[in-house]
């Protein structure tokens, strides 16, 4: 039987809300502006879901928000990198950085450095999915961890449960994110 992609059984972290955990990290350190890099322009998926959150995290927060402070970093260091870059040449101020994953904030800390800036002594700076190379970071990052055993075993189960009828084709199932607090954070 086919089914569409709308209908399909998924298993996801809890991706906004693991942005939201990073915001109020943030904002309990006492920042107001933070700058976001997100995976890609138009991405769905984790991508868009992140994003999202730290646009409704941000406002729910009272957050200060620039258009200026977002950029792509199509998941990669050399795209985070890059992406930092483009935010520092806008010259807009801020004083935390949230990525939307671990390599695009290693490449946002490289150019950070490069520009002369230190992590987190002059900006913070947090990360997204706790990779293991997160914690060998100098500083170390600061992360959320999308936690990969709990997502396997959810998508087993849930298979397990569609395979004997007794699931929705629609279910969705979010895994719950926490922060990992490291250095990168300035904690």
């Not at 089914?3 to 107001?32: M, T, Y």
């Not at 987190?120 to 936690?147: K, M, W, Y």
């Amino acid at each position: 039987f086919a089914e569409s992609a709308e209908s399909r059984p998924a298993i996801s972290a809890d991706n906004e809300n693991g942005i939201f955990q990073a915001l109020v990290h943030l904002k309990r350190h006492g920042h107001r502006r933070v700058a976001f890099i997100s995976g890609g322009l138009g991405w769905q998926g984790d991508s868009r879901e992140r994003l999202q959150g730290f646009l409704d995290g941000c406002e729910e927060l009272g957050l200060e928000t620039d258009q200026r402070l977002m950029a792509c970093g199509r998941c990669s260091i050399p795209g985070g990198y890059q992406a930092m870059r483009q935010i520092l040449a806008t010259g807009v101020p801020f004083t935390a950085v949230v990525a939307a994953n671990d390599e695009s904030a290693v490449g946002a800390i490289q150019a950070m450095r490069a520009a002369g800036l230190r992590v987190p002594q002059d900006v913070a700076v947090i990360g997204f999915d706790n990779r293991f190379e997160a914690r060998n970071e100098t500083p170390s990052l600061t992360t959320i961890n999308q936690p990969g055993h709990d997502i396997g075993y959810q998508a087993l189960n849930l298979m397990l449960r569609r395979l004997k009828g007794e699931s929705d084709p629609s279910t969705m199932v979010r895994v719950p994110t926490r922060l990992v607090v490291r250095e990168s954070c300035g904690c």
